[in-house]
């Protein structure tokens, strides 16, 4: 079982609608989460962290995180042609200090 | 601001070559980070500096030397590399080691003749 898993897609959505991208990760002990958009050929950017159950809004993105069930979600609403990358899932187990991504989503938005 | 910055953008180099890559952050972040990104792949953590020491190498081959000159700056030597090697190498950083949220550079990447 990898560390942290994603489902590589490609994820495809038309234009305007939510698209939802999920995680699960195998540490209990892992305490924050962290999702980064990578376009091609660049490096990943922090969309969203989440370190507590719960929901977690920022504009047009909703993190979630369910520790018992060892799961976190990116809920993108209202979804653009340009939010179409690789969105990465990273974890961080608790005193390691460093990052475990997992293998990424691909997300096709279609106009 | 959060900005990372590395040099030089495209770096082709042939085996035996020696050069470097080099990172700097001005936020005052106390921990950095290289890390190396295949096609399609996610990164692979490589090294981490907490507080300009080196506290985890992760197996990585001496033809790769990290270098920490101070704590707004992060080097990565090359030499002798493989093909193989070609790759996205990845700069980050973190407020501090126990801060878990990295900024990344925009990498250098990189061809191994």
């Known amino acids: 079982q990898k560390e942290v898993e994603q489902n590589s897609g490609p994820l495809s959505v038309p234009e305007g609608a939510i698209a939802s991208l999920n995680c699960t990760y195998s540490d209990r002990g892992s305490q924050s989460f962290f999702w980064y958009r990578q376009y091609s050929g660049k490096s990943p950017e922090l969309i969203m962290s989440?370190?507590?159950?719960g929901d977690k809004e920022d504009g047009r993105f909703t993190a979630q995180l369910n520790k018992a069930s060892q799961y976190v979600s990116l809920l993108i609403r209202d979804s653009q042609p340009s939010d179409s990358a690789t969105y990465l899932c990273a974890v961080n187990k608790g005193g390691r200090r460093a990052l475990t991504f997992g293998s990424g989503t691909r997300l096709q938005v279609q106009p | 601001d959060t900005e990372v910055t590395q040099t030089p953008k495209h770096l082709v180099m042939g085996m035996t070559n020696k050069k470097s890559l080099k990172c700097e952050q001005h936020m005052g972040h106390r921990a950095m980070y290289w890390y190396k990104q295949k096609a399609k792949k996610p990164p692979e953590l490589m090294f981490v500096?907490?507080?300009?020491?080196?506290?985890i190498n992760e197996s990585v081959p001496s033809r790769f030397s990290p270098e920490c000159p101070n704590s707004s700056l992060l080097n990565l030597h090359l030499h002798a590399l493989q093909p193989e090697d070609s790759a996205l190498y990845l700069c980050a950083s973190s407020q501090d080691p126990g801060a878990n949220t990295q900024y990344f550079g925009p990498g250098t990447r990189l061809t191994v003749l």
């Open positions: 500096y907490s507080y300009e020491k080196l506290s």
């Open positions: 989440i370190y507590s159950n």
